[in-house]
Structures are given as C-alpha cells and as structure tokens.
C-alpha cells in the first residue's frame, strides 16, 4: 500500500481488528465491504466497452456570471428528504462512514490544534474534512487513488477491484448522515437544526472540468459553484473576487478569508458548512456576562442559560467534566469543560481521541442550570497545510494524478474548509431530556464562563458534525 496510509496507520489496524470481531466465524467479508465496489460493479467495469464515449466536459462559467443567492430552507429539505426512504443498507454504511471520519477527525484537529495558540479558537467539521478528502478520491487515478484511499482509513487488501473503494458510496452515506442530523428535528419542530454545505470550484480560465466529477459532488454538496477567473495575474486580487462571491452567494461570514492563491495553480477546492442549531428550553441572560480568557483576562459576552436534567460525568483524576445537551431527539451536544483553564490543552489532547465515545457510558442525568456563552464560531484552514504537517505534504501536491476531474489534470492549489457554527437560545421549547421533578434533586450549576470544548454528534451514524475549543467567544479561528 502506498504511504500515504502510514499516518493513519493505527487507525486503520484498530478499524480492522474492530470488524474482524464483527465478523467472527463467518465466511470472509472484506470489513469494508458495504464501501467498495462490488462484484457485480467490477464484472461491468471488466467488460471491454472501445465504443464508450469520453467524458463530456464543460468550460465553468466566468466568476462575474449572476448566481441565484443559496436557499437553506431549501436545502435542508433536500437533506431530510434523502433520509425518508432509507434502507438497512444506508444506515450501516452511514454507520461504517462515521466511524472512518470520527478516526481522521480526531487525527487532523489535533494536527490543527497543534499548529494554533491555546488561546486561539479551533473549529473543525470532521464531516466536511472527509467529504473533501472523499470528492478528490472521486477525482482521482492511480497511484494517487490508491493513497487517498488509505488516507481514508480503507486499506486496499489486494489490488483487486473489489477492494478497491466506491467514492460514490462513500459521498452518498455522508449524504445519510447529514441528512440524520437535520431530520431529527421534525418537520414541525420549532427547534431545528440547519446544515448547509457549499462546495466552490474555482478554476484558471481554459480548464476544462468532467461533467461526470461535478455531478457526483451533489451527494455530499448540495450546491457546488464551477466558476473561472484569473489565478495568475494577481492572486491576491483572484482571492478577493473568490471571497466576494461566496459571500455574495451564501451570505455568511466566515472566519479568514482566502488569501495566497498560488499563481501556478488551475484549481482551487473551496467548501463551505453552516450550521445552526438552538438550544430547548435556554433563554438569552440579560446584559452581558463576563467570560474569563485566563485568569486576569475577561471579556464581555452574551450567555445563554436553562435548567433541566442533563446527563453529565465529572472526571475528578483529569480534572474536567462533560455535560450533554440534547439539540434534537438523536443529537447532542457534548460540552467539556476543564476545571482549571489552564489544563485545556491537556483535556483537549485526553478528550478527542478514537475511545471519545466511550465517555457515554459515564454520564448519568443529573438536575442542572447550565449557562454558556451564545456561540458565533468562525474557522477555515487549508486542507493542504495539515497534510503538509501529517507530512503528506504531495498528497493533492503538483504530481498528483487528477485525471478524473480534468484531462488537463489540474494542478490544486489551496483547499478551503471554512466554518461557520453557531449556537442560540430557543426559549419556546423544553430540553428532549426530562424536566425537572417538582421536589427535585439539588440544581447542580454548570457555568462556562472561560476555555472550554465542544462536539456536536449525531447518535444514529454516531458521527461527529463538529469539533471545537472556545477559548474566547469574541474571536475566530
């Protein structure tokens, strides 16, 4: 196997030992298999087909053509439609997804968390990483196929066919697992998530795309934005004119804008996640709250507070706790809070690893009054710096084999993932969770008022949508 894989070498050898206790003494099945092509997949793609026509191509229009604005309502319908006539088969392969991206999620916030101050803000969509990894896959030949796929966590056991991975599947179940996030909520609901996802492919005029690649983005994307401008020129200049389209078209603020294209590239991987969710039965405190940056440092933020019973575990050995807070009837929100601010960088490195989800079976529900800041989180980073530091730094590098995007074979330049989370108050709804009983138990009181972490998971996939450590609200990553 290429080397690509040796980073997340660990990763993959704890997912094989997981599904070969799965499989027990049945007769072998590739443990990935419900990921890769099939055989009958395979047997069609063996068939010798010379009169098969080339790919039809388009040229991407000028990035100054008029875009309608993105409708979000719209697209969350999309995603909870996807998720009505789900099989037994798309739920297990959502499953099967989650748990690879839950593995590089971990593996790449750290290589981010690493690279920032402990007193910067880091947010991570482990999700939206992986359907980017997953969409160059898609676009990808030999031998960088191969090394993408063991990025991803799938070892190829042979080079057979069927082993090999179907980046169709793959983008499909991410689909499934973000439309379980949003459908969850209810059509009816008043406290609904939204998640949005918007995918921009910039490239240098001339640059001829396959219609095929773009296509197949839609699953995991459900807007992707083919526009062409000038990255040579002046490249500052071309980012500027990215960064005003996309806010132009989807209307967020996001956190650092693109800069540094580089002049020689033809392609550059832009996409963008919205996520918002309210908090039941949480009401915005009046004035503002003083939130503790370190301890002679503070500044002055809104902060959302409820009481309810929320399940909950104190670590006393590492000196933290975590509180889960329903955002809908199959997703939480997972809090972690240190009980000294300046142990956050050891909680963070104890706290999102591969046994994250282990915690759960510690929580226990207690009666709580929870107070929080109102969050607005706003990070981006590009793909291509993480790898470098994973020391894959020629993964989607100049050598790269991208033949099934363009028969130019572009050569890729930055790959923005940029974030936007934010958290708010819905006062009209009670907590999922159970109220608190007349002659209740003692309120514990749980206030994040300095650094703290977050992640927003979805229990059916068990797929984290998110990764974060607030360090202060008033800033971005």
């Given at each position: 196997?290429?080397?690509?894989?040796?980073?997340?070498?660990?990763?993959?050898?704890?997912?094989?030992?997981?599904a070969?206790?799965?499989?027990?003494?049945?007769?072998?099945?590739?443990?990935?298999?419900?990921?890769?092509?099939?055989?009958?997949?395979?047997?069609?793609?063996?068939r010798?087909?010379?009169?098969?026509?080339?790919?039809?191509?388009?040229?991407?229009?000028?990035?100054?053509?008029?875009?309608?604005?993105?409708?979000?309502?719209?697209?969350?319908?999309?995603?909870?439609?996807?998720?009505?006539?789900?099989?037994?088969?798309?739920?297990?392969?959502?499953?099967?997804?989650?748990?690879?991206?839950?593995?590089?999620?971990?593996?790449?916030?750290?290589?981010?968390?690493?690279?920032?101050?402990?007193?910067?803000?880091?947010?991570?969509?482990?999700?939206?990483?992986f359907?980017?990894?997953?969409s160059?896959?898609?676009?990808?030949?030999?031998?960088?196929?191969?090394?993408?796929?063991?990025?991803?966590?799938?070892?190829?056991?042979?080079?057979?066919?069927?082993?090999?991975?179907?980046?169709?599947?793959?983008?499909?179940?991410?689909?499934?697992?973000?439309?379980?996030?949003?459908?969850?909520?209810?059509?009816?609901?008043?406290?609904?998530?939204?998640?949005?996802?918007?995918?921009?492919?910039?490239?240098?005029?001339?640059?001829?795309?396959?219609?095929?690649?773009?296509?197949?983005?839609?699953?995991?994307?459900?807007?992707?934005?083919?526009?062409?401008?000038?990255?040579?020129?002046?490249?500052?200049?071309?980012?500027?004119?990215?960064?005003?389209?996309?806010?132009?078209?989807?209307?967020?603020?996001?956190?650092?804008?693109?800069?540094?294209?580089?002049?020689?590239?033809?392609?550059?991987?832009?996409?963008?996640?919205?996520?918002?969710?309210?908090?039941?039965?949480?009401?915005?405190?009046?004035?503002?709250?003083?939130?503790?940056?370190?301890?002679?440092?503070s500044?002055?933020?809104?902060?959302?507070?409820?009481?309810?019973?929320?399940?909950?575990?104190?670590?006393?050995?590492?000196?933290?706790?975590?509180?889960?807070?329903?955002?809908?009837?199959?997703t939480?929100?997972?809090?972690?809070?240190?009980?000294?601010?300046?142990?956050?960088?050891?909680?963070?490195?104890?706290?999102?690893?591969?046994?994250?989800?282990?915690?759960?079976?510690?929580?226990?529900?207690?009666?709580?009054?929870?107070?929080?800041?109102?969050?607005?989180?706003?990070?981006?980073?590009?793909?291509?710096?993480?790898l470098?530091?994973?020391?894959?730094?020629?993964?989607?590098?100049?050598?790269?084999?991208?033949?099934?995007?363009?028969?130019?074979?572009?050569?890729?330049?930055?790959?923005?993932?940029?974030?936007?989370?934010?958290?708010?108050a819905?006062?009209?709804?009670?907590?999922?969770?159970?109220a608190?009983p007349?002659?209740?138990?003692?309120?514990?009181e749980?206030?994040?008022?300095?650094?703290?972490?977050?992640?927003?998971?979805?229990?059916?996939?068990?797929?984290?949508?998110?990764?974060?450590?607030?360090?202060?609200?008033?800033?971005?990553?």
């Amino acid at each position: 196997m290429a080397p690509a894989g040796l980073s997340l070498g660990a990763a993959v050898l704890c997912l094989v030992a997981w599904a070969g206790l799965a499989a027990g003494d049945r007769v072998y099945i590739h443990p990935f298999h419900l990921l890769v092509y099939s055989k009958s997949s395979c047997d069609q793609l063996k068939r010798p087909s010379v009169e098969a026509p080339a790919d039809p191509t388009f040229t991407p229009a000028p990035i100054q053509a008029k875009t309608s604005p993105v409708d979000e309502e719209a697209l969350r319908e999309q995603l909870v439609q996807a998720t009505e006539q789900l099989e037994a088969e798309d739920r297990l392969r959502a499953a099967k997804v989650g748990m690879l991206l839950n593995f590089m999620g971990f593996h790449m916030y750290k290589t981010l968390s690493e690279a920032q101050s402990a007193a910067s803000e880091a947010v991570l969509s482990p999700v939206t990483l992986f359907g980017t990894l997953t969409s160059f896959y898609l676009g990808a030949l030999d031998p960088t196929a191969s090394q993408l796929q063991a990025f991803l966590g799938v070892p190829g056991d042979d080079q057979s066919c069927t082993s090999r991975l179907d980046g169709h599947k793959v983008l499909s179940a991410l689909q499934t697992i973000q439309g379980l996030l949003v459908a969850q909520g209810g059509a009816s609901s008043r406290a609904r998530l939204l998640l949005s996802t918007v995918v921009g492919l910039f490239t240098a005029p001339g640059l001829r795309l396959k219609q095929p690649f773009v296509q197949g983005l839609a699953p995991f994307a459900q807007v992707t934005l083919p526009r062409s401008l000038d990255l040579s020129t002046d490249p500052d200049l071309a980012a500027e004119k990215i960064n005003r389209f996309m806010q132009a078209v989807t209307g967020w603020k996001m956190g650092k804008p693109l800069t540094g294209v580089s002049p020689d590239s033809t392609l550059l991987f832009n996409a963008y996640v919205h996520f918002q969710g309210k908090m039941k039965g949480f009401s915005l405190r009046p004035g503002l709250q003083e939130f503790w940056v370190d301890n002679t440092t503070s500044v002055s933020v809104p902060m959302l507070s409820g009481t309810g019973t929320f399940h909950h575990w104190t670590d006393a050995q590492n000196n933290f706790s975590v509180t889960r807070v329903p955002l809908s009837a199959n997703t939480c929100l997972l809090l972690i809070r240190p009980h000294c601010a300046s142990d956050l960088r050891k909680v963070e490195a104890l706290a999102f690893q591969h046994d994250f989800l282990t915690w759960m079976k510690n929580l226990s529900p207690r009666a709580i009054r929870l107070t929080m800041p109102q969050l607005t989180l706003q990070g981006s980073y590009d793909l291509q710096d993480l790898l470098a530091q994973t020391k894959l730094p020629t993964l989607l590098g100049a050598e790269a084999n991208l033949g099934q995007i363009s028969d130019a074979n572009p050569r890729v330049g930055k790959v923005l993932n940029s974030i936007l989370f934010e958290l708010k108050a819905d006062e009209g709804e009670l907590p999922t969770e159970s109220a608190l009983p007349q002659a209740g138990p003692e309120v514990l009181e749980v206030t994040l008022n300095s650094p703290f972490l977050l992640a927003v998971l979805e229990h059916e996939s068990a797929a984290l949508h998110f990764l974060g450590r607030v360090a202060n609200p008033l800033s971005t990553a």
